[in-house]
């Protein structure tokens, strides 16, 4: 059974984001901009990781204002995208199944 899934409109509503790019784009997954592919949502949290943010597959990253500039992808905007994606994870967490 697959995980769950959100669009960016539903990640931007949950995390009172200002999205920019299409809303409909479907998340299912995480990782860092070195490692995001396709479905994947990222964070840019650091200045020293803006390196990567060029070459990320993610289909779209979280980040702050003042980074929006270096991105021509979907993102979601918010003061701490640190905190943001730490939220982000909660959501794709998923929970032992218990035995019956």
Do not use: C, K
């Amino acid at each position: 059974m697959g995980g769950p899934t959100f669009t960016l409109e539903e990640l931007a509503g949950r995390l009172s984001a200002r999205l920019v790019g299409d809303p409909g784009v479907r998340i299912s997954g995480l990782g860092s901009l070195a490692s995001a592919g396709p479905g994947d949502i990222s964070h840019l949290s650091s200045t020293s990781y803006r390196r990567f943010l060029g070459d990320t597959r993610a289909a779209a990253v979280i980040l702050r204002e003042g980074d929006l500039g270096l991105w021509d992808g979907a993102a979601l905007v918010v003061a701490n995208p640190y905190l943001a994606f730490a939220r982000v994870s909660q959501l794709f967490a998923r929970l032992p199944e218990l035995a019956e």
